[in-house]
């Protein structure tokens, strides 16, 4: 066959040819090559095809491509997980599911990985009296990320696999199915996808995926190890906020995310058309979970998307998100939400660090971080204070100025400096950076009843307590220059006696990248939504 | 020329002779020449000048430094024998500090940025002190007191736990002083952050309550030099061989107190000072207090009948 298609080649490069080289001559040309490229796929069919096909392969039917699966039979079998695999198991002959992370053929014998979630086992594939030839090769021509069901018998190893999650046993193979076969051309390899980012590393590859061609594939992308730990613990955050309210006696309600008008302010909106008019997509559930406490649920949050039509580009904006919101009626003073809102972060840090530990390491081994530090009961500091301790280092601003960026990370690695904590609470902002519906201190105008939290200084939520007198929010809304018609439904809703009440609301991703430390939200969202992202 | 001297050169002698008079005419009025020094005693006369202004300078420093002594004086009232009597002219005191953190709150009435103490240490080692000396500070300033967990403690004694209970809930914006103790995966010794910005701490119990000390005007060492060094010298001895030492070191401190002790009512001099404070709050932390020499039996007691004392988390006895 070869031959032959040097042959071709050689007519084709002949000074003779290439002056009749004509239109048809080019076809031909063309023809050629397709006919080669078919060849060449021939040769790697009949290469997986061979031990079927030669009479001597003593191994057919202990290996192949599975029809698809349309639950033709029932098959009871049991299947082991990769993360159970260890020493227990030893000799045991086991069944396992999983994808082809990698493999290496050598000669007689085939070493492969196979990956459940980011669990990882070496597989030996080798010629032996029951194993020929062919089923060594039909294995070493599976395309990566293809889905395998394995039969084999688990072996102690003498040296630990460092290369992978179960260090002290491999498996020898005995049968092998593919399930699901993957294109042979994969958009990036899901190991240099998950290469640690270690710069002073000299001696480690320094092939990064950049995040676009994560995001544009992102399901190969989330088969990372990295990614399959940072939505578990995402997972967690929220399981872990509904235990901890649910246990301090919160019920879980649902808000509308179509909505008549803008909640907080005209601006960063999406309009959507709503039959014959035009709705706007809910920027937070602050009047509906405000309405619920005047309704009298006492204690209620809320998890659900969130839509801000904010056109930035940053690490940290994202125009869906995920808000935990809750809001609580409080007896005599504010500070009862702020000690259950620390409480319940308490809770979720302790949860994420107890129950959580592996996937946090795992992150850490691709992106390292510090790990995570709070106080119980968490810190609380006043906005003067913060501003004192932002003045002793050189900072120059006005007791009633909002904190920029810079300014928040600084005083984050201040107090970390100082307490050792990353989560923090500030307290007493000043009244004028505030919305209307925020309410003033007591004691001096200048200063409101409202609170941000921070984890390793960036601001994660913020807060306060609310006005829950109708016609002192007409005077607020007044002064900030807000038309009263646009808002009548909301002053109205206090109108028939409201309970004092404060609450927060909280971004999920936040929470969890900057639990993570990781640098981009994206990062912390499964399929993130900005300015210039809406696929996939 | 002169400066040619050092090169090693040869003299020569003055080309130009300077020296001669010149006949001057008469036919004007004389003037001092411009370029000539003054002569000798118009300069030394600005010498003595200066000199005797610097020395009226001195003096008036002098006045001043002694009316500030003088002013001092009269809120430094020698503490008496009796312990009761001792906790009140301890706070009889002026506090330098408080003096300072009212004024602040004098001038800015309506912006008050407290100080706060932040101090980690191992539940296994309460430093007790900490909480005598907020005792001592709060009987003229408030003082808030704040424990935390910290996030590296996954384990830890439930005494500690009982402690917050203990703490007082009033507003951080309502104290002059906070202190913020953070129970903490640390070493034996305490650690308090004095500069965050640099990192710079002060180790160990025995030099928190030094730098708590300091608090109250006067500190323990802006005294008498001999007192000092001899409460110096106690705390040294408490830190080296009670708390970092064995058995036979803890009772030998113990016996060395009770020889003190037989003689006098207070380890140093005639009044309560730091010393009584750390030994106290050691003994407590060992749970030794059942089990003491005779004398120092006798001024334990009389310390935990002091409010400082008495007013302590239960959960330090136990």
Redesign the interface.
């Known amino acids: 066959m070869l031959k032959g298609e040097e042959g071709d080649l050689n007519r084709i490069n002949s000074p003779d040819d290439k002056l009749s080289m004509s239109k048809k001559a080019l076809k031909k040309q063309a023809k050629e090559a397709e006919k080669a490229a078919k060849k060449a796929e021939r040769q790697t069919q009949n290469l997986i095809k061979e031990g079927v096909n030669t009479e001597e392969d003593y191994s057919s039917g202990q290996y192949g491509k599975l029809p698809m699966n349309q639950s033709q039979k029932k098959i009871v079998r049991h299947l082991v997980e990769v993360k159970v695999l260890d020493l227990n198991f030893a000799d045991q002959k086991v069944w396992v599911r999983g994808r082809l992370h990698t493999s290496r053929a050598k000669g007689k014998q085939c070493f492969f990985v196979l990956r459940q979630q980011h669990f990882t086992v070496q597989c030996l594939v080798s010629v032996s009296e029951t194993i020929s030839k062919a089923m060594v090769k039909f294995v070493a021509l599976i395309t990566k990320e293809s889905i395998l069901d394995v039969e084999g018998h688990v072996r102690t190893v003498f040296q630990k696999i460092e290369s992978c999650t179960q260090k002290d046993v491999e498996l020898h193979v005995e049968q092998l199915f593919v399930v699901s076969a993957s294109e042979p051309r994969l958009p990036l390899q899901i190991e240099d996808a998950s290469r640690p980012e270690n710069e002073e590393d000299p001696d480690g590859l320094h092939i990064r995926v950049c995040q676009d061609t994560r995001l544009d594939n992102r399901i190969l992308d989330l088969r990372t190890p990295t990614n399959q730990a940072i939505y578990c613990l995402q997972a967690g955050v929220c399981e872990l906020f509904r235990e901890a309210l649910k246990k301090m006696g919160f019920i879980e309600i649902h808000t509308p995310k179509i909505i008549s008008a803008a909640s907080e302010g005209g601006a960063n909106v999406f309009e959507v058309s709503y039959f014959k008019g035009s709705a706007y997509l809910a920027q937070s559930p602050q009047l509906y979970k405000q309405m619920a406490i005047a309704a009298d649920f006492d204690k209620v949050f809320t998890i659900g998307a969130v839509f801000r039509a904010e056109d930035s580009n940053t690490h940290r904006h994202l125009c869906e998100f995920v808000g935990l919101d809750l809001e609580m009626a409080f007896h005599y003073h504010y500070h009862e939400v702020i000690t259950v809102i620390g409480m319940m972060f308490v809770e979720i840090f302790k949860g994420l660090r107890d129950r959580f530990s592996a996937e946090i390491a795992a992150v850490h081994r691709q992106y390292p971080a510090e790990p995570f530090k709070f106080l119980e009961p968490s810190l609380r500091l006043d906005y003067p204070e913060a501003v004192a301790m932002l003045r002793e280092t050189g900072v120059d601003m006005g007791d009633e100025e909002d904190l920029s960026t810079p300014n928040e990370k600084l005083l984050g690695r201040l107090v970390k400096a100082k307490y050792d904590t990353d989560f923090f609470i500030l307290d007493k902002f000043p009244l004028a950076v505030r919305p209307f519906y925020t309410m003033p201190d007591p004691h001096n105008s200048k200063y409101s009843n409202s609170y941000d939290m921070y984890m390793r200084g960036e601001e994660i939520t913020s807060g306060a307590q609310r006005i829950h007198d109708p016609e002192f929010l007409a005077e607020r809304a007044k002064n900030h220059g807000i038309n009263i018609e646009h808002i009548k439904a909301y002053i109205d809703s206090f109108r028939y006696g409201a309970p004092p009440h404060a609450g927060c609301g909280i971004g999920l991703e936040r929470v969890t990248m900057l639990y993570l430390g990781l640098d981009n939200i994206r990062k912390a969202s499964m399929f993130p939504r900005d300015p210039r992202r809406l696929t996939p | 020329m002169a400066l040619n001297g050092p090169c090693g050169m040869y003299r020569l002698e003055p080309v130009y002779n300077h020296g001669m008079k010149a006949e001057l005419p008469t036919c004007m009025y004389k003037m001092t020449s411009i370029y000539e020094e003054n002569n000798g005693t118009s300069k030394e006369s600005s010498i003595y000048k200066e000199l005797e202004d610097r020395q009226i300078e001195i003096l008036k420093r002098l006045e001043q430094l002694k009316a500030e002594v003088e002013k001092l004086k009269v809120n430094t009232q020698p503490m008496k024998a009796t312990a009761p009597a001792a906790t009140t002219n301890l706070t009889n005191r002026e506090c330098g500090v408080i003096e300072q953190l009212q004024a602040n709150i004098g001038l800015e009435n ?5 100080k ?1 103490i ?1 101090i ?1 240490a191992s539940p296994n080692y309460p430093p007790v002190s900490v909480w005598i000396m907020r005792n001592l500070l709060g009987q003229k300033i408030k003082v808030k007191l704040s424990t ?5 403690l ?1 384990n830890f004694p439930p005494k500690i736990r009982s402690l ?1 209970d203990a703490v007082t809930d009033s507003d ?2 309502d104290c002059q002083l906070v202190i ?1 103790v ?1 129970w ?1 995966d640390v070493e034996k010794d305490p650690e308090l ?1 004095v500069n ?2 640099k ?1 710079s701490s002060i180790l160990g119990e025995v030099n928190i309550v030094r730098y708590l000390g300091r608090f109250v005007t006067p500190g323990y060492d802006d005294g008498d030099p001999i007192t000092a060094t001899e409460i110096d010298f106690f705390l040294e001895v408490i830190h080296s061989s009670f708390i970092n030492g064995n058995n036979k070191e803890k009772q030998g401190v113990l016996k060395t107190a009770n020889v003190k002790l037989g003689k006098q009512t207070f380890l140093v001099g005639s009044e309560l000072t730091i010393a009584d404070i750390m030994l106290w709050s050691v003994i407590v932390q060992n749970k030794m207090e059942h089990d003491l020499p005779s004398n120092v039996k006798k001024w334990f007691k009389s310390l935990c009948n002091n409010v400082i004392f008495s007013n302590l988390p239960e959960a330090f006895y136990s």
């Open positions: 309506q912006v008050c940025v407290v706060d932040v980690t935390h967990l910290h996030s590296s996954t917050e951080r914006n913020t953070i903490k952050m965050p910005i990192q």
